[in-house]
T-cell receptor
């Protein structure tokens, strides 16, 4: 397996534009996580899906952020409209987990987002 | 809410010195995991501890899980430049109706040659 695949690796966009980040989890994994990493706030959990269903989106900063998982092999994180403070590295991670956080998470390479 | 706290935030050591990072949870954990993130990279799983008082070793790395299952530590003996990176602990904490893997703030290790 190629691991968790994220695209794009880098994204530079202007304030106000829509940004879509993509993730392909490891085949067979039933849990998917979106994290945001910044120097100030560290690794923050944005949203957690289990069996394609959003279980907890309380980490999503505001309505400008939305995430979907239409099937077991694909997820998107969308920011509309983007703002400079959204600049960060966004990681997608997946795991095979039945109890919630009980097994190791495999991270993608991340998407470095810069909003100017 | 439930949190995982980690200290120190930064640590600079001379190559060959030992290094320890500590992790504390606000609640009892069913397990604790440790990850390493190299500069510019992504977090990579190192190990999981499950039992109270458990100690596991990986070459120069020693991981401990406290008796109360609320704290953990990672100790590196005789650091090398390849140990550079940020070390995170993570535990399944309850958020709303579900438990999710929640990461500590990490300890950034710098090893000076």
């Amino acid at each position: 397996d190629a691991g968790v695949i994220q695209s794009p690796r880098h994204e530079v966009t202007e304030m106000g534009q829509e940004v879509t980040l993509r993730c392909k989890p490891i085949s067979g994994h039933n849990s998917l996580f979106w994290y945001r990493q910044t120097m100030m706030r560290g690794l923050e959990l944005l949203i957690y899906f289990n069996n394609n269903v959003p279980i907890d989106d309380s980490g999503m900063p505001e309505d400008r952020f939305s995430a979907k998982m239409p099937n077991a092999s694909f997820s998107t994180l969308k920011i509309q409209p983007s703002e400079p403070r959204d600049s960060a590295v966004y990681f997608c991670a997946s795991s095979l987990d039945r109890t919630g956080g009980g097994t190791e998470a495999f991270f993608g390479q991340g998407t470095r987002l810069t909003v100017v | 809410g439930q949190q995982v706290m980690q200290i120190p935030q930064y640590q600079h050591v001379q190559e060959g010195e030992d290094f320890t990072t500590y992790c504390n949870s606000s609640t009892t954990l069913s397990n604790i995991q440790w990850y390493k993130q190299r500069p510019g990279g992504h977090p990579v799983f190192l190990i999981q501890l499950v039992k109270s008082g458990e100690v596991k070793k990986q070459k120069r790395l020693t991981f401990q899980f406290g008796e109360a299952k609320k704290n953990s530590s990672l100790h590196i003996t005789a650091t090398q430049t390849t140990d550079v990176g940020t070390y995170f602990c993570a535990g399944p904490l309850k958020r709303g109706s579900a438990r999710q893997l929640t990461f500590g703030s990490g300890t950034q290790l710098t090893v000076l040659p």
